[in-house]
């Protein structure tokens, strides 16, 4: 069937690739960071903003394993806790209740870490007046968006409300979230479908817990919104298959960790 220069060669295997949700971020951000946090010299750094972002989804993660295993923290434990992820245990719990009241002095760090501190309280305090089973916290999924690609990610928290099945995303960035954000916003999207891809039908209800106002919003997720994350990651996959990576030179430059290194960048050689 086939001639002397027509033998079948071997089909390509493509190694699937895993991308995490936090690589979909980071890449859209942009992707010369992304590749520069993925080398094994230049690990990922954070900037101070995103440390405390970190601090703050730990806090919530902590409150909410305490009450999954059928522990309702006292606001005493909880400002704490926060004390000990914050400040080392060195400001006591009592600094950390007056803290939410003062004015900063010590500039934007300070008066992010009031914002997070005032916004976890106030979501503790509405958890405690809910009527909810915590089903699950930091689930990890594992999703196949096609025979090359498969994205990861985790649900912060999975609430039971009266029966209905909440999916809980925290937000933790110090910027306004504009109704662009709670429409199009990809992590929220990846929640649905996540606990679709397991449970066969999408959860009751997504919620957004805004960690530095402490307001809490539900969005609607259908199957019809999957189809934009999917495209984002299959176009991620393919712009990372094709190497074209890039500088994208921006307002958060000035605090990107990666800037010296992003400053000597003059392209790939291969
Ligand atoms: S300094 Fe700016 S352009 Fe360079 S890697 Fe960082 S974010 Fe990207």
Request: overall charge positive; glycine content about 6%.
């Amino acid at each position: 069937m086939f001639g002397e220069n027509m033998k079948p060669g071997r089909p390509e295997v493509i190694e699937p690739m895993e991308l995490s949700m936090e690589d979909l971020y980071l890449f859209k951000q942009c992707p010369l960071r992304w590749r520069l946090s993925k080398t094994e010299l230049h690990m990922r750094e954070r900037t101070k903003k995103e440390e405390l972002a970190d601090k703050a989804k730990e806090m919530i993660q902590w409150y909410y394993t305490r009450r999954m295993e059928g522990l309702l923290p006292s606001y005493d434990q909880v400002k704490r806790h926060f004390s000990d992820l914050l400040y080392g245990g060195k400001i006591d719990s009592r600094q950390v209740m007056r803290m939410q009241r003062v004015k900063p002095e010590r500039g934007d760090i300070v008066n992010m870490e009031q914002k997070l501190i005032k916004g976890v309280l106030e979501m503790v305090g509405r958890d405690r007046a809910k009527e909810a089973t915590v089903v699950a916290v930091s689930k990890k999924y594992r999703v196949k968006i096609s025979d090359t690609l498969y994205l990861t990610g985790e649900i912060p928290v999975v609430r039971d409300v009266e029966g209905q099945i909440e999916l809980v995303w925290v937000k933790t960035s110090f910027s306004d979230a504009s109704e662009f954000y709670y429409l199009t916003d990809m992590g929220l999207t990846f929640l649905q479908l996540a606990w679709n891809s397991v449970k066969k039908q999408p959860a009751q209800r997504v919620v957004v817990f805004d960690a530095v106002s402490g307001k809490e919003r539900a969005v609607i997720r259908s199957r019809e919104d999957y189809k934009r994350l999917v495209e984002i990651a299959k176009m991620t996959e393919a712009m990372i298959r094709q190497n074209l990576i890039m500088p994208r030179e921006q307002k958060g430059c000035n605090s990107c960790p990666k800037r010296m290194l992003c400053a000597q960048w003059k392209g790939w050689k291969n």
